[in-house]
């Protein structure tokens, strides 16, 4: 590596507790969650009437689900946004309600949902002057979007980038993991003994990374820096997560090593936390193979936010910064009676965060992992 | 430096790899999966394989050829780092299709698992990890420009920020599909290889897949 470091110099999010990071961070602190019953479209039918929406979206109508988030969200922020900055996008199913359309009422073509036209879309909201990329990995998507961004500044080969994330709680999605039995009927309760499937959620948010140089140059104020990664793959199950944790602990392991930090360095670690039985099982069993007897302090956004799918890294890697500049450990929101497997790691309650490195990990369908090593500037 | 260790390529009626100059044909992709089979280009059968969308069963079969013709070995029982990352024009917009018509047809009631895992624009690559063991990255990027030398640099800048030993860099549709092996080169290996900026030479000057293929037959023959 060049010795050139990544840093975040701007960001901000939509989730379903509102517009801003600290609604977000102040609701995962007020230990509320923002999953509730919902009628964006009928949901009779399915395992769940629950989801995580962003008020106010409208649905079914001409702007994307997508685009009712990133338009404001990128507007506002226009001014922090270079042009020369490279974009990534980060998604799994981008405009869906388009394709959704198309089959519902024959109106709008199918293929206005493609990832690469809401790229397109994206470089003009932003005013850039270079093509950018679309990377779909899963639920860790964004994380991996995130790492490769830091990669492409660490070999000097950028040195701005943005990465774009965002995913909706749309029919096509919530049909399709009802199908699947992976939706808690009540609502996700991330390392809960009670815990039964996970909550969907839907974010959008971005993350300007700049080698320190030009950060430096250009006197951006530093939020951290993204001083690592690891990405692997189960290469077991196509939805079900590699029992014994392996795949993420190595993940992990990875992350470290190209972090050049030890796990004791680790003051707290933001899990993917799903709710769902075999996920985060799989993930204590990962804690344990890396960290052994040194337990980090382990929380899970998802009980608030649900799952946010594509743009779950990216979210928690801003909720991780927040947490390591606010020396807070979030709380596991819905986290009511400990899983004896995450006894001793994951608290119901904030708590104070004593070091200046964490990690946020994600997994997703087809078996990948990455974990990300975040330190505080 | 980054080296190709191995090239495999299908059309919609033929398929082939590079270094192994190996050529054949096929009907449909079922029978494509038998043909590199009885050739031992699969090491064993493709779990599942009839139920997987065009687009997997196009990736594991060309990922295939592309690991015959690097002589990489594979088994069901032991895992490698080594890294898959996939690209197209579409996604899996064909796919998402298939899912949503079928969800529709039933009365917007119950919506078929089987057909949503393939909803995703990773899933073919994931499939692959799973038949051959691949524990590297696993992603699906879509390049605006350029995409198959766009995939290939991608692929390359992995192995040199040492993300992984190896990568497998794909491009398939349903109709056709081109995979590359990717490696660091190693001095003291006499395999036959190709070098990266060569490769690239040849997929930057054509965009005509047919064309592009045979580019790089003859890049071999001389």
Partial sequence: MTGTKAVVVACDIVT????GIDSCWNGLL????AIKRFDRFPTESFLTQTAAVVPGLTYGQDESLIMGMLKPLLQKNISSIPEDAFLILATTTGEIDKLERHVLTGGTDAAGSRPDKLLKKILLLCRLNSPGIVISAACASSSIAVAQAAGMIISNERDCVIVVACDSVSEFVFAGFSSLMALDKDMAKPFDRDRNGLSLGEASGFLLLMSESRALRENRPVIGEIAGWGLTNDANHMTGPSRDGSGLAMAIRKALKSANVSEKNIGCFSAHGTGTIYNDSMEIKALRAVFGNHKVPVYSIKGGTGHTLGAAGLLEIIIAFESLNK??????????NIDNEA???VSSEPLTLDGSVTISTNSGFGGVNCAVVLKKW | MIIIRGIGWIKPTEYGSILKKLQGNYNELKSLHSRLLQES??????????RFDDSSKMTCCSIALALNDAGITYSNSTKNDIGVLGTNDNGCIKSNLSYFKDY???GRIMARGNLFIYTLPSTPMAEAAIYFGFQGPLLY???QVNQIPSM???????????ETSKMIAVEASEEKAVCFVLDKKNDASNMQTLFLEDILDITEKISDFDEMIEMLKRKVKM
């Fill in chain 2, 141 to 143: 990027v879509k390049f």
């Fill in chain 2, 104 to 106: 529709v047809a039933s």
């Fill in chain 2, 41 to 50: 280009v699969l090491r064993y059968p493709i779990k599942n394989f009839g």
């Fill in chain 1, 30 to 33: 007020s230990e509320k969650t």
């Fill in chain 1, 343 to 345: 006894s001793g790691w």
């Fill in chain 2, 152 to 162: 290939l640099r991608f692929a390359g800048k992995m192995i040199l920020r040492e």
């Fill in chain 1, 16 to 19: 379903p507790y509102g517009w």
């Fill in chain 1, 327 to 336: 020396k807070i450990v979030p709380p596991t929101v819905n986290l009511c």
